[in-house]
């Protein structure tokens, strides 16, 4: 399996305060994104990077922004949560130069809820 | 319109059986075509890339009908251990940047009984 993690793995935090969940890899991808998936929607991008300091918004960024200072580490905050924003937040990595960059490996996940 | 549509499910085959499930995309640019796995509250994960030709993977087999923008899989001698949610995803143009991305269907649930 990809060396993939994610911190922390369930949160439940409250409308209005901010969140910051942590995608750590040790591949050595340059590819990250964020995903949130939610029952009728499948997997929708939430942002990604395709290196440090490069990143870009994907269909459903409105309440998030991102960061990416190392290779390793990909941040995705929600600067104040709202219920809408309770879902499954994955991570996923992919490498360009692998010749399989549509290969994309996704870490385990992280369950937040926004009451 | 879904960029990409799936039947949702869920399909209930008994041990043997054979299962298609069926794709459709809006995006006549998409250029690469796959078929994730998704176990249930775990991460999705590759099952195969789809070609234009064709492809087969031991029991499974995959076609794309460009034409169409229409993707299939196909599930022979199904096992209870291929019981999941199965994501049709394309690679679409995304963004003011024309950086390319990946678009996954909602999934279509399998469930393979005894």
């Known amino acids: 399996d990809a060396g993939i993690t994610q911190s922390p793995r369930h949160k439940v935090t409250e409308t209005g305060t901010p969140v910051t969940l942590r995608c750590h890899q040790t591949?050595?991808?340059?590819?990250m994104y964020w995903y949130r998936q939610d029952p009728g929607h499948g997997l929708r991008l939430i942002h990604y990077s395709y290196g440090v300091k490069d990143t870009d918004k994907g269909e459903v960024s409105d309440g998030y922004s991102v960061s990416r200072s190392k290779t390793e580490d990909f941040l995705l905050t929600l600067e104040s949560a709202t219920s809408s924003q309770t879902s499954v937040y994955f991570c996923a990595i992919s490498e360009p130069l692998s010749g399989r960059d549509n290969e994309q490996f996704f870490g385990p996940g992280t369950r937040l809820t926004v009451l | 319109r879904k960029e990409v549509e799936q039947d949702p499910g869920p399909f209930n085959v008994p041990e043997g059986a054979t299962v298609a499930f069926n794709c459709t995309y809006s995006n006549s640019a998409s250029q690469s075509f796959f078929w994730y796995r998704q176990d249930c509250r775990k991460e999705p994960k590759l099952l195969m890339s789809v070609y234009s030709s064709g492809n087969e993977d031991g029991r499974f087999t995959a076609q794309l009908n460009r034409a169409s923008q229409y993707i299939s899989l196909l599930i022979r001698d199904s096992k209870l251990s291929d019981s999941a949610t199965y994501l049709c995803v394309v690679n679409a143009i995304r963004g003011d940047t024309g950086r390319r991305a990946l678009t996954f269907g909602s999934g279509t649930r399998l469930q393979v009984q005894p």
């Open positions: 591949e050595n991808h340059r590819y």
